[in-house]
Every structure is written in structure tokens, then in C-alpha cells.
């Protein structure tokens, strides 16, 4: 059984900054991509960032570029997510998501964090 544990969200004023992070566990997790994604309110859900565990290569939406930064620590099995500059528009619930290796899309899914972004 694979486990995703997200932490790290809150309340925050804009401008301000938030760390995420997701532990993963399990006897048979094997992952390639690790993603970021989110839902606000009434709104779809839609991917901030993604990360390869192998390469650390990285991928992000446009409206987070240069403010957000997703990390990993592969002997922790941990991804983080640095979001700087918050704005309003960012409050959402972080969902850390993993895809396993031959998987097409993510097939597992953390609990989810709440960010607010006052203004």
C-alpha cells in the first residue's frame, strides 16, 4: 500500500511564502513522476508542478513560474513544493500526486493541504 503525506500548508498574506511537503511510503512504491497539483473552489483541478525522481528534471504551470519551485529528496522519498510571491489567485488545496512506473497518469493521491492566500 502506497502513502502519500502531505504537510506544510496554512494561512499566509500575500507576498508571503509557504514550504509543502509530501512523504511517500510503502513496500511497493515505485514511482517515476511525483506532481503538485491543485483545486480551488468551484474550479477544476489542474497541475502546478511536476518533478522526474530520476533526472529532477521539472515541469511547471505558466502562472507559478518563477515563484514556485517543486524539490526532491530521493533518500527521504520526499517531494517538496517552495511557493514564493503567494497570491491570492494560489488558494487552493495542494494535492501531492504519484505516478508509478508504467502508468499513464498519476495513480496515487495524498490527502491534500490547504493554502490561503490573504490579501
Known amino acids: 500500500q502506497v502513502q502519500l503525506v502531505e504537510s506544510g500548508g496554512g494561512l499566509v498574506q500575500a507576498g508571503g511564502s509557504l514550504r509543502l511537503s509530501c512523504a511517500a511510503s510503502?513496500?511497493?512504491?515505485?514511482?517515476?513522476?511525483m506532481g503538485w497539483l491543485r483545486q480551488a473552489p468551484g474550479k477544476e483541478r489542474e497541475s502546478v508542478a511536476s518533478?522526474?525522481?530520476?533526472?529532477?528534471?521539472?515541469s511547471y504551470r505558466d502562472s507559478v513560474k518563477g515563484r514556485f519551485t517543486i524539490s526532491r529528496d530521493n533518500a527521504k522519498n520526499t517531494v517538496y513544493l517552495q511557493m514564493n510571491s503567494l497570491k491570492p489567485e494560489d488558494t487552493a488545496v495542494y494535492y501531492c500526486?504519484?505516478?508509478?512506473?508504467?502508468?499513464?497518469?498519476?495513480?496515487?493521491w495524498g490527502q491534500g493541504t490547504q493554502v490561503t492566500v490573504s490579501s
Open positions: 518533478i522526474w525522481w530520476s533526472t529532477g528534471s521539472t
Open positions: 500526486a504519484a505516478r508509478t512506473v508504467g502508468s499513464l497518469k498519476y495513480n496515487y
Open positions: 510503502g513496500r511497493a512504491f515505485n514511482s517515476d513522476v
